[in-house]
């Protein structure tokens, strides 16, 4: 699994660091909200969501969404489609959206408008990664942990193929791992 890595871009101790000062904001941002809802987005946010979260010291309670734009390959589809039968109900709640990358914008934009459509009444994106690139779709994020060059990254929630999700950086993969 690691020999599949050409490069580590950012290591363990670097994301949990990062990810202690997200969690600072996100608590001092939400300390006024008696409840928070969060919705993370399947399967790519799991490992993100479950690290950042036990830093928030807040009442929340935690939905998953699972939807597909990405089907196999390194290639956005443009589509997005709500997977589940039953989507968590959060009308007149304050739900913060966590996904791990923000990447066409294409997810983000949709899943955000989907909330505000079942009655949330605010908003807010978080994702572990934002790459530098032209979105197709308009989104904003609110949390942000670090931005990276236009390149298909894995690891930390983020798949190739299924795999690679549990490893503890986000890395590159060797080229030769995805012509293969
Ligand atoms: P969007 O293009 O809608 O912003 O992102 C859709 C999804 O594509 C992300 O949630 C993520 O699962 C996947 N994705 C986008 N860029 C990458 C990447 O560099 N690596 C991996 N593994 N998945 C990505
Ligand atoms: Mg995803």
Do not use: W
């Not at 443009?78 to 294409?106: A, E, M, N």
């Amino acid at each position: 699994m690691h020999g599949d890595i050409e490069k580590i871009l950012i290591a363990e101790e670097v994301i949990g660091k990062r990810l202690d000062v997200i969690a600072r904001k996100i608590h001092k941002d939400f300390f006024d909200e008696n409840s928070l809802q969060v919705v993370a987005i399947l399967k790519g946010a799991l490992v993100f969501m479950a690290d950042l979260l036990r830093r928030v010291p807040l009442e929340l309670e935690i939905e998953c969404l699972n939807v597909a734009s990405y089907h196999g390959g390194i290639e956005s589809s443009g589509q997005v489609d709500f997977l589940d039968r039953k989507l968590p109900d959060v009308s007149g709640r304050c739900v913060l959206l966590i996904d791990d990358i923000l990447d066409t914008g294409r997810t983000l934009a949709a899943v955000s408008e989907k909330l505000r459509e079942m009655g949330a009444r605010e908003v807010k994106t978080c994702v572990l990664l934002t790459k530098d690139k032209e979105r197709a779709a308009a989104v904003e994020v609110d949390y942000s942990a670090f931005e990276i060059a236009d390149e298909f990254v894995v690891g930390y929630g983020l798949d190739f193929d299924g795999k690679y999700r549990n490893l503890p950086y986000v890395g590159v993969l060797n080229p030769s791992v995805i012509s293969s």
